[in-house]
């Protein structure tokens, strides 16, 4: 499956974007699919997650109120829908997608995912 990531821009903090990560090739369907970032000098880390299957959905802690992880079938596309924008949320965001139903604990590890769409930037900067 090859992965189309799309939506990162520069925003004001307390501003709003919308992630999409397309998919081509074949559906999302049994996959779970995330978002990472990477800021400049720190390491990759996991923002949200969807089990395909049953819609099940994981964030981390400091995102949890403000994003929201969603998905879309008929257009075989998941979305991450950032609110409430900060400097400490600018980063390199990238999706990505493992061809099985990871359990809970399995999300935030990017050693799952077998498949990486292109970064997107988000700048949150006034």
């Known amino acids: 499956v090859q992965l189309q990531a799309s939506g990162g821009g520069l925003v004001q903090p307390g501003g709003s974007l919308r992630l999409s990560c397309a998919a081509s090739?074949?559906?999302?369907?049994?996959?779970?699919v995330a978002w990472f970032r990477q800021a400049p000098g720190k390491e990759r880390e996991f923002v949200a997650g969807?089990?395909?299957?049953?819609?099940?959905?994981y964030y981390k802690d400091s995102v949890k109120s403000r994003f929201t992880i969603s998905r879309d079938y008929a257009k075989n596309t998941v979305y991450l829908e950032m609110n409430s924008l900060t400097p400490e949320d600018t980063a390199v965001y990238s999706c990505?997608?493992?061809?099985?139903?990871?359990?809970?604990?399995?999300?935030?590890?990017?050693?799952?995912?077998?498949?990486w769409g292109q970064g997107t930037q988000v700048t949150v900067s006034s």
């Open positions: 990505a997608a493992a061809p099985r139903s990871l359990i809970q604990s399995s999300f935030r590890s990017p050693h799952e995912y077998e498949f």
């Open positions: 090739g074949r559906t999302f369907r049994s996959y779970t």
């Open positions: 969807v089990r395909w299957a049953d819609n099940s959905r």
